[in-house]
């Protein structure tokens, strides 16, 4: 019981039900005619070019938001309706194991967010969704973005192409998850993520790596005094083949 009173804080709602969060309450939002869409633009463009249609669909139907450092985007058990464009920001991901949080992913700068889950059907979020810094946004309903794919056929290379990149993001999660050693652990994200090692606060990175914020700050420590500053990986002892057994 102790625990379900701890998660209400940012799970308010009776177990079970399904909620639709009223992203309004949470968020600075406006919708003007027409707006700058460019950074999104840019980014969808890079995957598949974009046809004038399309571009002109967006700019007249995304939404600008604000969303202030440890707002919540979304909670946990509720449905999600909406695709968000970080146009500036740090947003992550994050479940509770008992009373402990576990950040599953963070996103930032020309990176969209959602839950992908609900692109498919109206099913609740198995994460909350935070802002780690104040965040400026871009929002595009499901309902609009389903237009979208229904009556310019060419947009559905774009949406293809991204379910491609998360889906290769979610397998280079999964081999993270796998990796033993903290400090292979730190390595592999520094090379991914290294802009974010400033960014983000270290208990959110320590959580993601699957580490605590002491083993974290004991591998930051080695690395710093490390002559390149990121020892290299340790080569593992070659086996000779010739004498394995199979």
């Known amino acids: 019981m102790t625990a379900c009173k701890k998660r209400s804080k940012y799970n308010s709602e009776a177990a079970g039900k399904i909620v639709f969060l009223k992203t309004t309450n ?13 950074p999104l633009l840019h ?13 002109d669909y967006l700019c007249n139907h995304v939404r600008p938001m604000k ?21 500036k ?20 700068d020309n ?19 935070q802002a780690i810094e104040d965040c400026e946004l871009l929002m595009l309903s499901f309902e609009e973005l389903n237009w979208l794919y229904e009556h310019y056929p060419e947009f559905n290379y774009v949406g293809r ?5 998360y889906y290769g993001d979610a397998e280079r999660r999964a081999y993270l998850a796998r990796l033993n050693n903290a400090e292979d652990k ?8 290294e802009a974010l090692s400033t960014r983000v606060p270290l208990r959110y990175i320590a959580s993601y790596l699957g580490i605590t914020l002491e083993t974290l700050s004991r591998v930051r420590r080695r690395f710093a005094r490390a002559p390149e500053g990121v020892p290299t990986k340790t ?3 070659k086996v000779d083949r010739s004498q394995i057994i199979y």
């Open 43 to 55: 980014v969808l463009s890079c995957l598949h070019p974009l046809t004038k249609r399309v571009e």
């Open 89 to 108: 920001g740090v947003i992550r991901g994050f479940t509770f194991e008992g009373q402990r949080e576990i950040t599953t992913w963070i996103s930032t």
């Open 235 to 237: 080569e593992k002892k």
């Open 161 to 165: 192409k991204l379910i491609q990149r």
């Open 186 to 193: 730190y390595r592999y994200f520094l090379g991914r993520h």
């Open 26 to 38: 949470l968020l600075t939002m406006d919708r003007p005619q027409s707006i700058d869409a460019t």
């Open 111 to 129: 990176e969209l967010v959602t839950s992908i889950p609900a692109l498919d059907e109206p099913v609740p979020s198995l994460d909350n969704i």
């Open 67 to 87: 969303v202030k450092k440890k707002k919540l985007l979304l909670r946990e058990g509720t449905i999600c309706n909406n695709v968000y464009f970080i146009r």
